[in-house]
């Protein structure tokens, strides 16, 4: 019996392609114009709000965007993420202008370890091989041995020595499912990305209802109960490809809302349910969704906010990231 103070859950959100041709505001006709004119390269996170995704060079995961950014014959690059990517970028590019349209556009995840909790750990485990996830500081980077990404962190975890005592860090959901693929032991910082754990099995359970014939396509951020009822947990680079190979028509996505704009773009045959929380039909990461045009737009015209970072930080922070571009060709 359903209680009369009950709350009935937010209906189901589902993105479809939307074929009629999308007409460019005129901000963005301008920011593609200053692109050209500056000589500037716009680098996007899957995160991003649809606008942003549409005037971007480049639109990806944190391995692809990294990638990008270590190959770049830009002047300026743009990035239009959250701070410790754009901090990546200014690491692989130093003598180049790094810019971010929000300089507050920070990540729960990273903040969850601080670079002197970590420095005390190391002191008092000397020992320890770091694999830090990207989604981190560049003071927490200097301090690793080895980078990843969700796109290829059982990949680079394979390749730690085998006498080795792996710390991963900041996430230990992500940790969690990468332990379970390559059955090694690793300790495991208490991190989490804040918008990944909203999800919960009984809100995926209730689209289950709703969809039973979609499958489940998780990110390894969320947390295990919820990866669990996942018909594939991946990077979401790796959905676009699941999702293109897979058979179904219809897809749950749990992940950050921003990724169905790409979805929907690159596979418009197909539909995608994004995955709610208790109390919301969606489910939008705060500061992926502080960049917005007139941000972007502002920050072309003036060449700022700029990324800025010391000589030695970017040297000690650069190690760690080119290992893991190497060990993950």
Known sequence: MIKENSVSPPPLQLFRNQPEKKTLTQEQEEIIRLKREKNAILLCHNYQIEPIQEVADYV???????????????????????HFMAETA???????????????????????CPAEKLAEYKSNNP???????????????ALSDVICTSGNAVQIVNQVPQDKEILFVPDQNLGQWVIGQ????????????????????????????????A?????????????????????????????????SDTFIILTETGMMHRLTRELPDKAFIAGPTGNCACNDCRFMKMNTIPKLLEC???AQPEISMKPDLIEKSKLPIERMLHWSK
Not at 186 to 212: D, N, Q
């Open 60 to 82: 990806g995961d944190s391995l692809g965007l990294a990638r990008q950014a270590a190959s770049t014959d830009a002047d300026i690059i743009v990035f239009c993420g959250v």
């Open 90 to 112: 200014k690491i692989l590019n130093p003598s180049k202008t790094v810019l971010l349209p929000d300089l507050d556009a920070g990540c729960s995840l990273s903040d969850s």
């Open 127 to 141: 020992d320890t091989f770091v694999v830090a996830y990207v989604n981190c500081s560049a003071a927490v980077k």
């Open 182 to 213: 390559t059955g090694r032991k690793m300790k495991l910082w208490p991190g989490s990305c804040y918008a990944h754990v909203l999800f919960t099995k009984e809100s995926i359970e209730r689209c289950r209802l709703e969809y039973p014939d």
């Open 215 to 247: 499958p489940v396509v998780a990110h390894p951020e969320c947390v295990q109960t919820v990866r669990d009822l996942a018909d594939e947990v991946c990077s979401t680079e790796k959905m676009v490809h699941y999702c293109k190979d897979h058979p």
């Open 300 to 302: 072309l015209q003036s």
